[in-house]
T-cell receptor, first 119, second 112 residues
Framework: AQTVTQSQPEMSVQEAETVTLSCTYDTSENNYYLFWYKQPPSRQMILVIRQEAYKQQNATENRFSVNFQKAAKSFSLKISDSQLGDTAMYFCAFMKHVPAEGSNYQLIWGAGTKLIIKP | DGGITQSPKYLFRKEGQNVTLSCEQNLNHDAMYWYRQDPGQGLRLIYYSQIVNDFQKGDIAEGYSVSREKKESFPLTVTSAQKNPTAFYLC???????????FGAGTRLSVL
């Protein structure tokens, strides 16, 4: 079974600090996608960053970057210069191939990390 | 503005009643999805549709039904067979079945 594990249920940091959220996954596939989504108190799910497994370079989006370790099956999210608006649930997700359904892919989600940015 | 609209924001179901959650997108996306979110858990896939007039069951389809008669619409019906329907329901769409998924604002369903 393919799973996604987020080992930190909750974290809190001071504004302007850097924080790293961890995610590990389990798969036998070689080509896949990994995602970090953010769900603020409004509960709207927002894409933060995406990583393609065949790319060795870590993805970066402004203050958000990932540390993708394919051999270790680790996909952590680093938030630099954290802001109050970063307070949210953060979900790691893995896109798996579903061969029984033909060419189809499904997202498998971790349980989330609640991140609180303190002023 | 392009986006995904879910309605209503809050919905209450009486025992034995079927209720329908609406999901509309104007992004011209082919694929659409329904997820259920419970506290302390990740999202779980209920149904998905890659193209009009076609849909497949996800991991927790029992007690739910969908239709995809139009590209922009993917309504979810929570039937009386779903014994524990209280949850937050999220609709998503992607340009293709392998694309990035974009989400609506969700519907909170509670049982009276």
């Amino acid at each position: 079974a393919q799973t996604v594990t987020q080992s930190q249920p909750e974290m809190s940091v001071q504004e302007a600090e850097t924080v790293t959220l961890s995610c590990t996954y389990d798969t036998s596939e070689n080509n896949y996608y990994l995602f970090w989504y953010k769900q603020p108190p409004s509960r709207q799910m927002i894409l933060v960053i995406r990583q393609e497994a065949y790319k060795q370079q870590n993805a970066t989006e402004n203050r958000f970057s990932v540390n993708f370790q394919k051999a270790a099956k680790s996909f952590s999210l680093k938030i630099s210069d954290s802001q109050l608006g970063d307070t949210a649930m953060y979900f790691c997700a893995f896109m798996k191939h579903v061969p029984a359904e033909g060419s189809n892919y499904q997202l498998i989600w971790g349980a989330g990390t609640k991140l609180i940015i303190k002023p | 503005d392009g986006g995904i609209t879910q309605s209503p924001k809050y919905l209450f179901r009486k025992e034995g009643q079927n209720v329908t959650l609406s999901c509309e997108q104007n992004l011209n996306h082919d694929a659409m999805y329904w997820y259920r979110q419970d506290p302390g858990q990740g999202l779980r896939l209920i149904y998905y549709s890659q193209i009009v007039n076609d849909f497949q069951k996800g991991d927790i389809a029992e007690g739910y039904s969908v239709s995809r008669e139009k590209k922009e619409s993917f309504p979810l019906t929570v039937t009386s067979a779903q014994k524990n329907p209280t949850a937050f329901y999220l609709c998503a769409s992607s340009i293709t079945w392998r694309g990035i998924q974009y989400f609506g604002a969700g519907t909170r369903l509670s049982v009276l």
